[in-house]
C-alpha cells in the first residue's frame, strides 16, 4: 500500500514563494510517474505539474515560468517550488503517484493573498 504525505501549505502574499513536499511510501516511488494537482473552491482538479522516473517535466501552461517540480529519489520525496504565486493560486494541493494504480496524498492548502 501506497501512502503519500504532504507538507509545506500555507497563506502567501501575492509574490511570494512555498515548497511544497510529499514524501511517499512503498518501493515504487523510482518508476512511478509523480505529480501535483490542485483544486480550488468551485472547481474541478486540475494538472499542476508532472514528473517521470526518467525526468520528464510536464507544467500547465499557467504555472509555467514559476513553478517547478523535482524528485529525490533517495528520500522518496517530490517537491513542487512556487514562485511569483498570485491570488489565482489558491487551491487545495494534492500529490499524486501512478503505477500501476493511482495514489493521492491528502492535499495541503495554499493561500495567496492580494
Known amino acids: 500500500q501506497v501512502q503519500l504525505v504532504e507538507s509545506g501549505g500555507g497563506l502567501v502574499q501575492a509574490g511570494g514563494s512555498l515548497r511544497l513536499s510529499c514524501a511517499a511510501s512503498g518501493s515504487i516511488f523510482n518508476i512511478a510517474l509523480m505529480g501535483w494537482y490542485r483544486q480550488a473552491q468551485g472547481k474541478q482538479r486540475e494538472l499542476v505539474a508532472t514528473i517521470t522516473s526518467g525526468g520528464e517535466i510536464n507544467y500547465a501552461d499557467s504555472v509555467k515560468g514559476r513553478f517547478t517540480i523535482s524528485r529525490d529519489s533517495a528520500k522518496n520525496t517530490v517537491y513542487l517550488q512556487m514562485n511569483s504565486l498570485k491570488p489565482e493560486d489558491t487551491a487545495v494541493y494534492y500529490c499524486?503517484?501512478?503505477?500501476?494504480?493511482?495514489?493521492w496524498g491528502q492535499g495541503t492548502q495554499v493561500t495567496v493573498s492580494s
Open positions: 499524486n503517484l501512478r503505477y500501476p494504480y493511482i495514489y
